[in-house]
């Protein structure tokens, strides 16, 4: 008899069938005529009883049988985003009879199949949905624009304007003096037209606006573009202050976040293989690194007070038992190097991945102020959920769920992924193997300067000390008065501060200062500079001017050797910390010393 529509066949009286068949038929949506053999064998009397009892038969209108895994994959023809896996039985060498293989193993085994379904994915296979995911996304990540970009302001002009520590405009201008037209290419940034202080003020006060229009839904794939080409303009001409992991990481997410809005779900996989490739760096470099700290496990007896801006909580956490230390850099280690992998895995494994990243960020939270970085890290494990995980039954029945993925749209997701996931196997491969694959050094390399694909490994060495550069002023060469700095460890008994989402860029720049020296850092000198003239953007950094009068004639800085105060310590003086090992970072300078 002639079937308008493609006919699925499947064991009325299995309940694993059933199971999936009522996933199929809400990925189908009606494309597809779902009937057991058990009323519908008679309609298809060249099929015989056996065979649909061995397994499901999919009979196409024009009269073509397609049984077993091939029916599987012709019905996911029909799912829309879901036609690739045809194609893979099509064309590629060998997954045809594996595919097949597997299916006739679980035909076989049906109890096994229907406790494997049922742990991995739930009493109920729902299909995978992510128009709440996205939509809340976006919304959350707006707000950490909209932070990213108020923190800058109101200290781009002391680190970078015309008066700062490090001029964009002289850096920019060197640059085109050695690069010529290339460097447009070296550094897109849109301060090439103007790095002004009203301009560079004026790109801070626009991403805040446009990250609102984010939060607020409203024109949010063209805020989202501008965003993207502001922060790589801040990215490329802020220099050392913002050449941080999660200035990279903001900007690969910025970069994928514009094509969320065109609904493919090759968009939420590729968020996952960003989250994926990010934190497996972050582990495996630790390993490769030979840091003992942690192939001993004795990391975390140092993290938290070594760390560049502790909180609060971190001395308290300093003083838990060294088993429990230990225990939580094994776990570091197991989440950034194994769970990570749950993350590729059906729904349940991937939650529980989810779940263990989404503690590890926020034990991270309570104890050091990384900016919005864990915040990020923590918003991307949205993607490792769907609609009907997050169960916001109110906020779902007010969004509309609209049409699925235009094709130009999957089209658009399929070539991002194309260069996207080779780049980022080659990040995997100079980390682990210190070479490029073949070919796709050369392609990274053209894409490097828009940072849409960035390489990741935070603290690969563990630090066991903690040197902090003391900058101090003084007006005849004989009484020296502080710089205090507004989160780093100065005064022993300020405790450490909260500053999240905030980052305070001079502050922790000071931090990777103290590991080398001023040869390393000549911005060091700038900075230093800046204080004798008594430029108010740099004074604007620090928590206050201890020459407010008139600027100092000369500075230096000094290191010494920090760390937590013991309880016993704490509890006679108050002190957080406890300072000791003097030196000179900077000899006493004065302006007629950069005159010369």
Not at 93 to 105: N, R
Not at 304 to 315: E, H, N, S, V
């Amino acid at each position: 008899m002639p079937h308008r529509l493609p006919t699925l066949v499947f064991d009325g009286d299995c309940g694993i069938c059933r199971y999936w068949v009522a996933y199929w038929r809400e990925l189908t949506d009606g494309r597809i005529d779902y009937r057991p053999y058990q009323a519908a064998a008679a309609h298809f009397p060249e099929i015989s009883p056996a065979a649909f009892h061995a397994a499901i038969q999919l009979i196409e209108p024009d009269g073509r049988v397609y049984s077993g895994a091939a029916a599987t994959f012709r019905v996911l023809r029909h799912a829309p985003g879901r036609a690739g896996w045809w194609w893979c039985y099509s064309h590629l060498p060998g997954f045809a009879a594996l595919s097949e293989w597997v299916y006739a193993f679980f035909a076989h085994h049906r109890v096994l199949l229907g406790g494997l379904t049922k742990f991995l994915w739930g009493p109920a296979l729902r299909a995978e949905r992510y128009t709440l995911v996205s939509w809340i996304f976006l919304r959350l990540f707006g707000a950490i624009y909209v932070a990213a970009f108020v923190s800058l302001a109101v200290q781009v002009q002391g680190l970078i304007g015309r008066d700062g520590i490090l001029p964009a405009a002289d850096y920019l201008a060197a640059v085109q003096r050695n690069f010529g037209v290339s460097a447009y290419r070296l550094l897109p940034t849109l301060f090439w037209v103007t790095s002004s202080d009203a301009a560079l003020f004026a790109g801070t006060v626009a991403g805040a606006v446009l990250g609102l229009l984010v939060v607020a839904d409203r024109w949010t794939r063209p805020a989202l573009v501008g965003l993207f080409l502001l922060y790589l303009s801040y990215v490329h001409a802020g220099q050392e202050f913002m050449s941080f992991q999660w200035d990279s990481l903001m900007l690969e997410v910025g970069f994928l976040a514009i094509f969320l809005t065109g609904r493919s779900r090759i968009v939420v996989w590729l968020f996952r293989w960003l989250i994926f490739r990010y934190l497996f760096l972050a582990g495996i470099v630790k390993l490769l690194s030979g840091d003992p700290t942690w192939r001993s496990l004795t990391a975390l007896e140092y993290h938290f007070w070594t760390q560049p801006l502790p909180t609060p909580l971190a001395w308290y956490a300093a003083q838990l038992p060294r088993w429990l230390l230990i225990g939580g850099t094994a776990a570091t280690l197991i989440i950034e190097l194994g769970a990570v992998f749950l993350i590729f895995l059906p729904r349940r494994l991937r939650a529980a991945a989810a779940v263990s990243v989404l503690l590890l960020q926020s034990l991270i939270v309570l104890t050091g102020n990384y900016n919005f970085f864990n915040l990020l890290t923590m918003l991307l494990c949205l993607f490792l959920f769907d609609d009907a995980a997050l169960r916001i039954p109110n906020l779902q029945s007010r969004l509309r769920s609209g049409p699925p993925a235009s094709r130009a749209a999957t089209i658009i997701a399929t070539l991002l992924a194309l260069l996207l996931v080779p780049i980022g196997l080659n990040r995997i491969c100079q980390t682990v193997a210190r070479r490029d694959l073949p070919m796709l050094g050369t392609v990274a390399q053209a894409v490097a300067p828009f940072m849409i694909v960035n390489p990741y490994g935070l603290f690969a060495v563990m630090t066991v000390t903690r040197p902090e550069i003391v900058i101090e002023g003084s007006a005849d060469g004989n009484v020296w008065r502080e710089y205090v700095f507004r989160y780093q460890p100065g005064p022993l008994s300020r405790p450490p501060l909260w500053n999240i989402p905030h980052q305070p860029r001079l502050d922790w720049q000071m931090w990777f200062a103290a590991l080398g020296d001023v040869r390393e850092n000549p911005w060091v000198v700038n900075l230093m500079a800046r204080l004798l003239q008594g430029s108010r953007p740099v004074l604007g950094l620090f928590a206050s001017n201890p020459f407010a009068d008139r600027p100092p004639k000369y500075v230096r800085a000094q290191l010494y050797d920090y760390r937590f105060a013991d309880r016993r310590t704490r509890g006679l003086t108050g002190q957080w910390w406890v300072r000791g090992s003097e030196a000179s970072y900077i000899p006493p300078i004065g302006l007629a010393d950069f005159q010369e």
